[in-house]
Each structure stands twice: as C-alpha cells, then as structure tokens.
C-alpha cells in the first residue's frame, strides 16, 4: 500500500468537504480534466482491494474466453442458440448485421460527446441529483454513496412513459437521441423474442411479462484521466433491469467479470453490446447471468463515450419473481416476488459499486 493510497481514507483528510465542493462546482470531471491537473483528488483514488486487482490485468483471459459477437443476418436458430448460451455463460453478447447503420451509431455517440464537450456554462444549468428530474447531467450517481468516485460525467435522460420529456433533451443531442430511442425501441421488441425462445419459452413470453414500457438513456463521458491505476472509468457493477442496450466508442476499457477474469468487451464497429440484468436473472431463475462489469479509467489522451439504454418495466405495482415455467421441483423458485416499485426505490438508495440486487431478494 503507498502512503498515497493510505491517505485518501486518513481521518485528517476533509473528504465530505471536497466532495461537496466538486459537487457545488457541477463542473464534473470534465471540468478537473480541462483545469489540468497532473494528479487526482484524492476521493477518486480507490480503495487498495481494487487497486491491486487492477494490477492483475496484466493476466490476459484465453482467446476461448471472448464475448460473442452474434451476427442477426444468421440463421433464426442459430442465433437464438448463441444468445441463450451468451445469456447463460456472461450475461454479455455483442451484435453486427442488427439492421442499424454505422452512421446511426457514430451520431448517436458524437451528440452525446458534443453534449459534454460543451464549455460548461451550457450544461451547468442541467447538473441535478433531484431524483424526479426527467433531464439532467452529474459527475457519478452515488457521489455520495460510495467510499471512492469515479472518473466520469454522465447525461441521464428518463424518457419514458412520459414521452414529452424527449422534447426537453438539450438541443445539442435532441435528434440524435430521439432517433436513438426510436430504433432501440425495434431492436429491444426483437431481442426479448430472442432471449424469451432462448429459454425454451415463445417468443412473446419475456415482453408480456416484463411490458417495458419505461425507458433511461445514460450518455456517459469518461475523460483521460492523469493517473488511470488510482481509479475507476466505471465501477464494477451489474445492470438492475432486464437488459441493457449499450453502445462504445472505440477507445475501449469496458470488462466483464467471468470466474476471477476480466474479459474485455472489445470495440467492434457497428457492434452494439447487450447485456443482461439483474431483474432478467430473478425473472430467469438464474437461466441467465446478469454479468458484474467495469469501465477502466481512459487513459487515451482522448474522451471516451458510450450511450446506455435502460427499459423498463411500466407497471409499478407489478409483481416479479422466477417464470413459472423455469422452475420445477428440480429446480424451485430461488427468488421471492416483489414489486417493481419496492425494487427501483432500493436501487436509487444505494452505491453502484459491487452492486447487486440479486441479493436482497434470494430465498
Ligand atoms: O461505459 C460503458 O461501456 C459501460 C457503462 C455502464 O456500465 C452503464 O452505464 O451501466
Ligand atoms: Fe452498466
């Protein structure tokens, strides 16, 4: 441990004061990254467990173990196999051949670099932990949650069931995001039919029952950090939802946790990454695996940008639990029922890191 790492959790060090003045700043990292520091403040230096795990990278996984790339112009069962082992083995698969042109992707993701590269009197105004807040931009959702930040900024844009917040998108984004959303909407219709016959179920099974009609889109920046191996791009979390639609650059540094392996989740172009959740696991019985990921600090000299979607089950008041039909007397119920309501009220409260809401509902 050096003395550096020691001091970021040393009593004499008025952590809660500094992170509240980053936070009063709303200047988000990218604001540290422009005023040129060469080294970090020190609440973004994270713990040593994780530090020295990081050092570990160096500990290639096997080129066995890749995350598919499952190309949509093959077969329909052969696509429906590679999902399903996908969901079961990582959580994680990437898509090509999925009918969404390249441009789309790069708009998409250079209107959300565009909305963060603005100077900082532009998105001051939007900078919000208000949690009814439709639109809005902050620097790490649990910035006071979580023992350590990290180094990122995000646009966070709840865009349905109220449709009329897509009018409120800064208008830096406000095309490219409402097209995003509208071609999401397709793809997500066609992968829970995929995922839903992956399970040995019809294809409507999955949609029915998860009636997603909800719908977050995260635009996340991740400036070059000076000291990328004292902190995080993006703790290691899982997803809370069903499945995750996500789109990268090509800077790299998104990882997947598989046995006591990092795997990296490369940049293909015109790829999209899928990812399963946590709620698609208890819905599952444990058939398929909500995947533990991190984003590394970038230490690229550029920023690095990805756009997260989120659906979202529309029924509040609705109750989930494992399918009937995935568990038998071989294999019961692991989880118990709960509302979504009761469900998205824990994982507002709680640190990103290491989180999981698989836990709190096991039986
Ligand atoms: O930036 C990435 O590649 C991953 C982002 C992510 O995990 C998330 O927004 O939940
Ligand atoms: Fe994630």
Redesign the pocket.
Known sequence: MTSMTMNTFDADYDRANEVKQFDESKKGVKGLFDSGLTTIPRFFIHPPETLSELKLDSRAPPESISIPVIDLSDRHSAIVDQISRACRKFGFFQIVNHGIALETLERTVSSIKAFHDQPNEMKAPLYSREPAGSIRYFSNVDLFYTKAASWMDTLYMKVEPNSQTLKELPEICRKEMVDWHREVKVLVDKLTELMSEGLGLSAEKLKEYTCLEGCTM?G?Y?PSCPQPHLTM??AS?T?GGVL?V?I?DQIGG?QVQYGDLWVDVKPVPGAIVINVGDLLQIITNDEYKSGL?R?LANSSGKSRV?V?VFPEPGKKDGLFGPLLELTSPNKPALYKHFTYFEYIGKFFSSKVEGKTMIDGYKL
Do not use: E, M, P, R
Request: glycine share 6%; proline share 0%; charged share 5%.
């Open positions: 995260v996340n991740y791009g993006n979390h997803d995750t996500l990268q998104l990921h984003v990805s997260a």
